[in-house]
């Protein structure tokens, strides 16, 4: 018998502080409790393959290279990509572990450092748009951008440091998660989106890291068809998509086609750096043969995985 | 047919510049030259499983911490040791991939997020004796021995963060490294000895990361028994191992049997904070059923692997 295969790619509220605060402390108890929901997947029976965001962790290591400059080399964005995989998947193994041993679940949690291909003529490098890090003063912000890094003004807030976010191509790593999946290990992979690497030999046998971040959901999308995934769940802190969010007519989606949130997407109603990327990512899975992806809060994901009552559902 | 299978503990030349510099690029430079060497182990035909030091790596970080504690709070070793993994995997994956392609192999290289068990009640934990990232001048050390770290005058060069450098008890994802070497792949895994690990559950039920850092050769020597490897090679910046050190009767150990290599240890022949170290990963695991240990220099690893003429050979 072959097992249903699940992607569920987790937001940043599954292991952030409710104030956002990515301290070890916080990181751990929200992924205690996200490992709940996440094991009660697992016991129904699926294999789970799970990635996740890094936006505030890629922000604190940003934070302690600009500290740092003057005794350490600042590390590139590749590299804080990689370092926050590692301390959310240690996190996330330790805790899905021992829910998974409080069900009495054989599944063990594996946490794989992921790599994603990206493409160096991207349009995204040339109009950097997403940012991170922290917001400074002008005259700091103008030291960095003398050093080569793209800033912007944001108003009052400050300056804020914006990057490359190109388009997903692969999963390097896809097999090795594949491998594992198969022999039965609860997968935490391509976290933030993946490390983002290009090929400058066009086979693999030039990977180098490149300075971007990735779009954690559009690479959970890509991840979910690799693995060949039968339903890709995004977990973030709403139960449903909503339409004419914060009008009169707001309401909320249940089950849509891809033709239909299409049309809801281009009629813009879903943020750009929010909602949109994960409608986005879901319409990427079913258009390009994935069977269903559902947009739900994490309390639900375990029903999400089982039927079509919970959350905005997606199908061809 | 069943393939051989050999651990490889790498150390801390394989991965930094010829000055100990850890940068992004010097991590690159010296990982593509151990990646060729890695290859033609692999074309060799047997299953390799990766293990690498994180010394300098870790150093660095704790610098970051250090600089920017005013502005993010400072994460404890088990991050910075789950930090180094992925940076140093990753790279890794990147070379040797290359590397294999370059020779035709089919096999591919995974990076995985890997922790060790460590006892809480370790004696390591009652005398840290471990020195971890920089000196500092004694005023700015006393700040951080107000925070509850050990640090130690050093004479001249000034004051050292000691840390406990508990015994490994096993690796606790040797599971998942078994199961993505017998899908083919290469396996970069436990680096810095692995991310420290108590179990307050003792049933794996209660995992949590321990402020330490654990040698790389003994948890490589536990790791080669746990995946079933035929070969520990430990290898180090020198082909072999060796005995009156400094001396007029200076010599190197060929092959030698567990007895003998025990007996030269009891005599001290061997630098607590370098050799010592290797010799005991090396004596354990043969001790413990390996059948075979090699404590060589990269340039040898393939040779050691193949036969009994390369490096220090050690067996029961």
Chains 1, 2 share one sequence.
């Not at 022999?183 to 693999?204: Q, R, S």
């Amino acid at each position: 018998m072959t097992s249903r295969r699940v992607v569920i790619a987790l937001g940043g509220n599954a292991m952030t502080g409710p104030d956002g605060s990515a301290t070890p402390g916080a990181q751990r108890d929200a992924l205690r409790e996200a490992s709940a929901h996440i094991a009660d997947v697992v016991a129904s029976g699926v294999e789970v393959v799970l990635t996740h965001g890094n936006g505030p962790q890629v922000g604190n290591l940003l934070v302690k290279n600009e500290l740092a400059a003057h005794v350490v080399p600042p590390v590139p964005l590749d590299w804080c990509v990689a370092q926050t995989q590692a301390t959310i998947a240690f996190t996330l193994t330790d805790e899905l572990d021992s829910a998974l041993i409080a069900r009495g679940l054989p599944q063990r949690t594996a946490g794989l450092v992921t790599r994603t291909l990206i493409d160096v003529e991207d349009p995204g490098f040339r109009e950097p748009s997403k940012p991170v890090g922290r917001f400074l003063p002008r005259d700091e912000a103008e030291r960095f951008v003398s050093l080569g890094q793209v800033w912007e003004d944001r108003g009052e807030k400050g300056w804020r440091r914006v990057v490359a976010s190109p388009e997903p191509r692969s999963v390097v790593d896809s097999p090795a998660i594949h491998a594992l999946a198969a022999a039965g290990f609860v997968v935490v992979c391509a976290g933030g989106g993946g490390i983002p690497v290009a090929d400058d030999g066009h086979d693999g046998s030039a990977l180098r890291g490149v300075e971007a971040v990735i779009d954690k959901d559009l690479t959970a999308a890509i991840l979910a068809r690799e693995v060949d995934a039968d339903t890709l769940v995004i977990a973030t802190d709403v139960a449903h998509v909503m339409v004419d969010f914060g009008t009169p007519s707001a309401r909320p989606l249940g089950r849509v086609t891809a033709a239909e949130l299409r049309e809801h997407a281009a009629a813009g109603q879903f943020a750009r750096g929010s909602m949109g990327p994960k409608v986005e990512a879901a319409l990427r899975f079913v258009e390009s043969g994935g069977q269903r992806a559902v947009i739900t809060s994490l309390e639900h994901i375990a029903d999400a995985v089982q039927g079509d009552d919970a959350g905005t559902v997606l199908t061809a």
